[in-house]
Every structure is written in structure tokens, then in C-alpha cells.
């Protein structure tokens, strides 16, 4: 039995909470399921993921835990990563909306200011043109 704190990001509430509205969201972590899976369930309140993958659903390569998107048998065409490891999405660079990583700044709004951006990926059918632009802004 472990006791596991979290410090919750600015924002993940209303992060979450949208994004499960907008589209069908997979937590895929680096993360062991025994730690990741009572964190995910302290965080997702409106069930936002439906589905949840952990680090055996990783590809262990060149000494990092990669996410390969390919494995969700998904349309790579509609699928974006948001993550804070490049590493972590380093077999599908174009689809990832990198975030910078978070400790315990406060007064963090990436979370949030990521909100509008998200809402017009939406409504798109080409998300590599929208994913290209927000990485070059």
C-alpha cells in the first residue's frame, strides 16, 4: 500500500473536461499502470478518457519508452499527442502537440491558453497544416 500525492497543473480540470467533449481521448503513459491508473482516476471526473494505455503499450527504444500512435488503430490523419517528452513521440513528430513541462508553477495557463486551439482542430479535417502552424508560432 503507497500513498501518491499529486499536484494538479493549472487548469487540467477544464482541460480535460473539453477535450473529453471534443474528442476521443486515450491516456497513453510512460507511466506504470499501478501508479498511473489511481493518478487518472483522481483526474478524469467526467470520464474524458475512454480508454487508457501504460508503459507495456510503450515501445522501449534507444532507451526511452516511445508512444507509437500506430497501435490505436486510428486514423493517423486525426490523431494528435500532446506531451512533454519528444522522445516519448519521436515515431510520429507531425502529429504531436508538444507542452512545455510542469512542476509546480501556479500560475501556469498553458493548459488553458491550448484551450482555442483545440477547439478549431476540431472542426478540421487536415490537422497536420493546424499542427505545423502551432508549432511554428
Not at 506504470?32 to 501504460?54: E, H, I, T
Not at 490523419?77 to 508538444?98: G, Q
Amino acid at each position: 500500500m503507497h500513498q501518491v500525492y499529486v499536484l494538479k497543473r493549472p487548469h487540467v480540470d477544464e482541460f480535460l473536461r473539453r477535450m473529453g467533449e471534443l474528442f476521443e481521448c486515450v491516456l497513453f503513459t510512460a507511466s506504470l499502470s499501478k501508479y498511473a491508473d489511481p493518478v487518472a482516476d483522481l483526474l478524469d471526473k467526467w470520464g474524458a478518457f475512454r480508454a487508457r494505455l501504460f508503459r507495456e503499450s510503450c515501445v522501449f527504444h534507444r532507451g526511452n519508452y516511445v508512444k507509437d500512435l500506430s497501435r490505436l488503430g486510428r486514423d493517423m490523419n486525426k490523431l494528435v499527442i500532446v506531451d512533454n517528452s519528444p522522445a516519448s513521440y519521436i515515431f510520429h513528430p507531425d502529429n504531436a502537440v508538444p507542452i512545455a513541462s510542469w512542476f509546480d508553477d501556479m500560475s501556469d495557463r498553458e493548459l488553458l491558453d491550448l484551450l482555442p486551439f483545440f477547439e478549431r482542430l476540431s472542426k478540421e479535417d487536415d490537422i497536420y497544416t493546424m499542427l505545423q502552424e502551432h508549432k511554428s508560432s
